[in-house]
């Protein structure tokens, strides 16, 4: 019989590999950009609430950036129709191009970056978080992340569930807890 903290080792090491492609990006190979354009805000005002949010059809469509080895960034892809959402799925062979272009900051970064209205949104960020977000919209904030890929975020999921953080931030570099899970 394993002791529980050998296995924790070895889920641990499971994930860890299973992540790799995420978690090591690749040099962008030349000339391959991705254009990111504006996407114009299609969510409701804040006074609108969050009850307007509640068909596929009132929410802006998720376009996700990705490389096309990640196992967790499909599972979070998903995570994200299964709510609700529409996607737009990009594979590309390295994602940090998109996340400068972005403004993400690199304490923040994960494995994949999406555009949803006019938001980004890094990493396993659950999609009530998201659904918050647009209901809200909160002043002044460029996006939200969940950093690294903690145990238990959407796409992450497994034997148990690690504390983590949906960070806020602005594009001064400003960032804040939206929330803790």
């Excluded at 599972?75 to 390295?94: C, S």
Aim: charged share 15%; hydrophobic share 40%; proline share 8%.
């Amino acid at each position: 019989m394993i002791s529980s903290s050998i296995f924790r080792v070895l889920v641990l090491g499971t994930v860890a590999l299973t992540a790799a492609g995420c978690a090591k990006p690749q040099p962008e190979a030349s000339g391959a950009s991705v254009a990111v354009a504006e996407t114009p805000a299609s969510a409701p005002s804040a006074d609108a609430g969050a009850a307007s949010l509640a068909s596929a059809e009132e929410l802006p469509v998720v376009h996700i950036y990705k490389t096309p080895t990640c196992g967790c960034c499909a599972e979070w892809v998903t995570h994200i129709e299964q709510a609700g959402f529409q996607t737009e799925v990009q594979d590309l062979p390295n994602v940090s191009g998109v996340k400068q272009r972005l403004g993400v900051p690199e304490d923040l970064g994960s494995c994949h970056t999406a555009m949803v209205g006019d938001y980004v949104v890094e990493g396993h960020v659950p999609a009530d978080a998201i659904r918050r977000l647009l209901s809200e919209r909160p002043e002044g904030v460029a996006g939200i992340a969940v950093p690294g890929m903690p145990m238990g975020s959407p796409g992450m999921e497994g034997p148990w569930s690690d504390p983590y953080d949906v960070i806020a931030f602005r594009r001064n570099g400003q960032q804040f807890v939206f929330e803790s899970r």
